[in-house]
């Protein structure tokens, strides 16, 4: 039982931080809650759908489809990242000087929505696919003794949720001043840290090459097994024994984002243009 | 400048497209276990390995010394490329049954 909520803890525990962090993010955005909760059912209706077709899409593209697959999420979830946080910079004076007060463009929140929407669905759907898949396996193999193996599955969810409710508890405590550069710099290394994931599942599928493996090894000192090195895995792409390849994917989106922001910002200053970004 | 960029660019994706057959290895997944549970490969050189699971249950394939990690639904096979890795060993296991589904990799 134990051994089952830990598997399924460390499952859920990626989406939930994910969740945690863009939840914050959007703390002022009109009917957050019900986008919100959109995203997670629709990521769990497919995580379902995937977890039924995991073998038909390995079979695609001779054999590597599900790494494609995984890498196309990761990548779509990158792109939208990218897009909030570039929306966050040229609307973020507004919302630190005084969230109740800014303009109609920004309390309609419609694109913050979508954005939230679908990168809650993407991490509920990846990690929730290989959930299912897992407590599947368990209730298929076991029989009737599967009972408190599926309460550890339970147990392990439960933790992940808690972690990521911590998370964000703990960032709405930042001041407003700083809250939108918090939340601004963790889902820039959210980006780039699901950056380098996609660009080891194109390794996996021989798309790409490696470069250096590994480029380093600190598993001696911080594996990711271990529960700090699984959330600074989640949180900003920690990897143990990272290939080349993906510091390359990391840095450059690290890179660009970072400097769409600062471009943003210095255009869009200080008074917020409505509408350069939509 | 750039064509030299564009050249190291083709080379490097010229020598990743290319496996021989005597590069591929097969892992064998059955009542919950490998078979092998040591498979040795050569050392620098990349590696096709095809996991067959002859199980019911699904099984994902994880190793953290060697960065992979996929999905083998129940009654299918699954392709992983590994590599080029450096002489050592790569233990790995089936995280869904890790009491039981474990191996190594031995690159030499």
């Known amino acids: 039982m134990f051994a089952t909520a830990v598997i399924v803890f460390r499952e859920?525990?990626?989406?939930?931080?994910?969740?945690?962090?863009?939840?914050?993010?959007?703390?002022?955005?009109?009917?957050?809650n019900r986008w919100l909760a959109a995203g997670i059912g629709a990521g769990l209706l497919g995580a379902g759908i995937v977890a039924l077709g995991t073998g038909r899409i390995a079979e695609l593209a001779s054999g590597v489809g599900q790494e494609l697959f995984n890498a196309a999420v990761l990548g779509i979830a990158v792109i939208m990242l990218a897009w909030h946080n570039l929306w966050m910079?040229?609307?973020?004076?507004?919302?630190?000087?005084?969230?109740?007060?800014?303009?109609?463009?920004?309390r309609d929140g419609r694109r913050a929505r979508s954005v939230l929407l679908v990168v809650v669905a993407l991490a509920v759907l990846r990690e929730g696919s290989e959930t299912v898949l897992f407590l599947y396996g368990i209730a298929a193999a076991e029989g009737g003794g599967s009972l408190p193996m599926l309460a550890g599955g339970l147990a392990g969810i439960a933790g992940g949720v808690a972690v990521g409710w911590l998370l964000y508890a703990g960032l709405l405590r930042?001041?407003?001043r700083w809250f939108f550069t918090a939340t601004g710099i963790l889902v820039l290394f959210?980006?780039?840290?699901?950056?380098?994931?996609?660009?080891?599942?194109?390794?996996?599928?021989?798309?790409?090459?490696?470069?250096?493996?590994?480029?380093?090894?600190?598993?001696?000192?911080?594996?990711?097994?271990?529960?700090?090195?699984?959330?600074?895995?989640?949180?900003?792409?920690?990897?143990?024994?990272p290939s080349g390849m993906q510091i390359v994917f990391y840095v450059l989106v690290l890179g660009a984002i970072a400097m769409g922001m600062k471009w943003v910002n210095k255009n869009g200053a200080p008074s917020p243009r409505k509408g350069a970004l939509s | 400048m750039l064509r030299s960029l564009l050249l190291a660019a083709l080379l490097l994706l010229g020598s990743t497209s290319v496996i021989a057959a005597d590069d591929e290895f097969r892992l064998v997944i059955e009542n919950h276990r490998f078979t092998p549970?040591?498979?040795?490969?050569?050392?620098?050189?990349?590696?096709?390995?095809?996991?067959?699971?002859?199980?019911?249950?699904?099984?994902?394939?994880?190793?953290?010394?060697?960065n992979r990690e996929k999905v083998i639904a129940g009654k299918s096979t699954a392709t992983i490329f590994i590599g080029p890795l450096k002489a050592g060993k790569y233990p790995f296991v089936g995280e869904y049954n890790e009491a039981t589904a474990k191996g190594v990799i031995v690159a030499r």
């Open chain 1, 12 to 32: 859920v525990l990626e989406a939930a931080l994910i969740i945690g962090i863009l939840a914050a993010a959007t703390r002022d955005v009109p009917e957050r």
């Open chain 1, 89 to 106: 910079s040229s609307h973020g004076a507004a919302l630190a000087a005084d969230a109740r007060k800014v303009g109609t463009a920004v």
């Open chain 1, 174 to 176: 930042i001041p407003l």
């Open chain 1, 190 to 241: 959210l980006a780039a840290g699901m950056a380098s994931q996609a660009a080891r599942f194109l390794i996996q599928a021989d798309v790409l090459p490696s470069l250096a493996t590994p480029l380093w090894d600190t598993s001696a000192w911080l594996p990711q097994t271990s529960v700090v090195g699984a959330v600074l895995h989640s949180l900003v792409g920690y990897e143990a024994q």
């Open chain 2, 37 to 66: 549970e040591e498979l040795t490969v050569p050392a620098g050189k990349k590696i096709k390995l095809v996991v067959e699971n002859r199980d019911a249950t699904p099984e994902e394939f994880e190793s953290h010394s060697l």
